[in-house]
């Protein structure tokens, strides 16, 4: 449960809170979900699965874990690359990922001191902007935001990541069935329901077909190392298949359960459902500030924002320190110290990107953008192709079907879907983003 829970939680992030309902209601609905489970079920699970096992079999960090098994398959150690893109991606992710976890932090505080209330869209607008211009209070969100992440991953794993899970997650539940709660009784939750549930098949086109292939590729953490470094902590008693599917099923309830708690809202309130990562900073906000309660919903949700955060970003620090754990003579604190303080610091130069180095461009793009760009455009995509071709063509595959615990039907499923269609999908996300 702790397993499960952790990997949930990893999946469980900023995105699932506004981008999986926007999508949902933007691209037809209920047709939209059952496009995205199909491809959750021919790309992502095949590319869990694979990075748990190539974790479990090495029981090291992603890159040693990667150089074994190569080495042990008569493989050329290049194979390591694989996890070496996939922990970098973490460790870069991580530090422009923290700056918006400070940034839900902060919307906690203010959300409970009543900041919002009275509030226009004009004004909310306006303070979010304010807020992005003062470096130094992004600062003190980003270092207290990344402090939390670094004092749990610091306690090790089963009395940080395992604790941590099983007490943050059951509260994001918690959280959202009050909030859901709320939501059907503005008198929106049919128009809410509407929106995320009624099919639409006449939106369903190339452009839908990709966010679906997209989404059921990032929102498992594919491609970070996160997952390999996971399955070094399991013992063969963990059927990895049943707990696949178990980590989808909550991702994707949690998802939708956010766009219940979400949508009914702004439809009572006369708001844009549409509006993007704005939907979280400026329109739940002036939402909150101008109904009855507003002030502990907002924090609730503000609340339910940081822990989703959370548990992301002790999932982005693991692979980190567990690479210097086990290649330094560090301890698992002096590791979790170097790996997050380094992180931090690179962070300080994200933030600075929305004031004090607004202008500094490379590539056109500024620090906290490019970092967005490189990792999920051309790291993620790699690093998951990787993990799956390897697990795939280069593994025994006798002892692959053994230890999936298939037969011959399902080990067949299993050969399809991870030698020919995932690959095949994550090729496709990778040439469109190109």
Known sequence: ??????????????????????????????????????????????????????????????????????????????????????????FLILSFYSVI?????????????????????????????????????????????????????????????????????????????????????????????????????????GTVLLAALGHAFFTLSLGMGIMMAYGSYLGEEVNLLRAARTVVLMDTIFALCAGMAIFPIVFANGLDPAAGPGLVFVTLPLAFGNISGGLVLGTLFFLLLSFAALTSSISLLEPVVELLEERTALTRVGATLVAGVTIWALGISALLSFNLWSEVKLAGLNIFDLLDYLTSKFMLPLA???????????????????????????????????????????????WNNL
């Open 1 to 90: 449960m702790g397993f499960v829970l952790a990997a949930t939680g990893s999946a469980v992030g900023l995105g699932n809170i506004w981008k999986f309902p926007y999508m949902v209601g933007q691209s037809g609905g209920a047709a939209f979900v059952l496009v995205y489970l199909v491809c959750i079920a021919l790309i992502g699970v095949p590319i869990l699965v694979a990075e748990w096992m190539i974790g479990r079999r090495g029981q090291k960090n992603p890159i040693n874990t990667m150089a074994q098994l190569a080495r042990e398959h008569g493989h050329h150690r290049s194979w390591a690359l694989v996890g070496g893109i996939g922990v970098l991606a973490a």
């Open 101 to 205: 976890g400070g940034w839900s932090l902060a919307y906690v505080r203010d959300a409970l001191t009543g900041s919002f209330t009275g509030l226009d869209k004009g004004a909310i607008g306006a303070a979010f902007e304010g807020f992005l211009a003062r470096p130094l209070e992004l600062f003190g969100w980003h270092s207290l935001f990344m402090a939390l992440t670094i004092a749990i991953v610091a306690m090790g794993v089963s009395k940080g990541l395992e604790r941590g899970s099983k007490l943050l997650m059951p509260a994001l539940g918690l959280i959202l069935i009050v909030l859901v709660g709320y939501g059907a009784t503005t008198g929106s939750f049919g128009a809410a329901a509407s929106y995320l549930f009624n099919p639409d098949w006449s939106k369903l086109d």
């Open 384 to 430: 998951g192709l990787g993990a799956i071709v390897f697990a795939a063509w280069k593994l025994e595959q006798t002892s692959v079907k053994r230890e999936l615990r298939l037969g011959d039907t399902g080990f067949a499923i299993w050969t399809l879907l991870s030698r020919y269609i995932a690959p095949i999908g994550v090729l496709y996300v990778f």
